[in-house]
């Protein structure tokens, strides 16, 4: 039985996929409409109203009416595309309360819930192991794992996690990144030396690297976590750390035509 949808299962007309939609798309079973309910019991800490459907919204208008909801484990829920909404802000609900019905608001093509499911950074996780479930814990810590291929050695060296190590062994150069979360998406990419940007890689599809072709610098983001990283100059020093990725000075680690011997990366609390 669903957990967001009154008297209903879970129909899924879209899925999370973290990239263009990071959410889930629900009707009731069989195409049908439904009321839309508090998954858990919360605080409403956002309500948007007086939308009407628009297929050219941008921003917040894209969710149509909807209520934002904190949970008690620093989770937060969100139902968008409403056709009305029930409650006011900073509300206490209780799991099972109605949030409104269910609604073709802001930019949608028909009647459905949007439903997201955010950590307590507030970032948007998939939300569909959880549709008819409890909240994860927020205690489960999420921890970074990583390792460098040492381009002297030829070979890839341990795996490091969080910040605890650096992978790397100083004065050998890098030339092939592994990064991933416990739970989660990361994604990542490296510059090799004097020439490009390599292509992204996710999780440990595959690494980011030529093996044998040194990097000179690294990004590294994702949609589960705050991500910081920092590398090491070959012959020289540990650089700031690095919270975003852009196409700034800022926006990655490194400095283009220094090689790097190693790196390191934490989560940011």
């Known amino acids: 039985m669903s957990r967001v949808l ?3 299962n879970n129909q899924i007309t879209q899925k999370y996929n973290g990239i263009s939609h990071k959410g889930v798309d629900l009707v009731k079973e069989k195409n049908k409409v439904a009321d839309v309910i508090a998954h858990s019991d919360g605080v ?3 309500v948007q109203t007086g939308q009407q459907n628009n297929p050219n919204a941008t921003g917040n208008a894209t969710y149509g009416n909807y209520v934002k909801l904190k949970h008690s484990d620093g989770y937060y829920t969100l ?10 802000k900073n509300a206490q609900v209780k799991r099972g309360d109605i949030l409104g019905p269910m609604g073709n608001t802001g930019r949608s093509t028909g009647s459905h819930l949007h439903f997201e499911l955010r950590n307590k950074n507030d970032v948007r996780v998939n939300p569909t192991p959880y549709l008819d479930k409890d909240l994860p ?13 040492d381009t002297t050695k030829k070979r890839w060296l341990p795996n490091v996690k969080n910040d ?15 990064i991933h979360l416990t739970e989660g998406n990361v994604k990542y990419r490296v510059h090799e030396k004097n020439n490009k940007w390599l292509p992204t890689v996710n999780n440990r599809d595959d690494y980011a690297g030529n093996l044998g072709k040194t990097i000179d610098g690294l990004q590294v983001e994702s949609d589960t976590v705050k991500i910081l990283y920092r590398v090491h100059l070959k012959n020289g020093k540990w650089l700031s750390w690095i919270d975003k990725w852009d196409d700034t000075n800022n926006g990655y680690a490194g400095i283009l035509g220094r090689e790097i011997d190693a790196i390191q990366l934490k989560i940011k609390d």
């Open 79 to 88: 139902y968008a595309h409403l056709k009305s909404v029930n409650v006011k």
């Open 6 to 8: 009154l008297n209903a």
């Open 44 to 46: 409403v800490v956002a």
């Open 137 to 149: 814990n927020m205690k489960e810590k999420v921890d970074i794992i990583y390792q460098t291929y």
């Open 164 to 178: 605890s190590d650096y992978a790397g062994n100083l004065g050998n150069a890098v030339s092939g990144v592994y």
